[in-house]
């Protein structure tokens, strides 16, 4: 997880929140979250990125649609981080 951008960060994130999206819900998602567009040509090598790490799978719905699900090592990888951030939001907010 060290290893991946801020954007595939939320890109996991994203997809682990919807029941397996296609590339369209997940840019939808994250336009709204950043507050401009997102291109294809930003989305979809970095979903690549995250299915050539193992993090993602890739499945076809059609022959033009596509759906992500985060795989085992990805929810692992996930929790790890969640965990890794936890201990920061605790003691920023004076928590045990």
């Known amino acids: 997880m060290y290893d991946l951008t801020g ?25 709204e979250y950043y507050e401009k567009d997102i291109h ?3 989305l979809y090598p970095n979903l690549d990125t995250l299915v050539d790490k193992g993090l993602v799978e890739k499945g076809q719905v059609d022959r033009r649609t596509n759906f992500y699900t985060v795989t ?15 201990q920061y939001v605790e003691e920023l907010l004076g928590e045990s």
């Not at 595939?8 to 998602?29: F, K, M, S, T």
């Not at 090592?73 to 790890?80: D, F, M, P, Q, V």
């Open 72 to 86: 085992r090592r990805g929810k692992r990888e996930l929790e790890a981080r969640r965990e890794w951030e936890q």
């Open 40 to 42: 294809h040509g930003r």
């Open 7 to 31: 954007f595939q960060r939320d890109l996991l994130y994203v997809i682990e929140g919807q029941d397996e999206p296609h590339g369209l819900a997940i840019q939808e998602e994250l336009e």
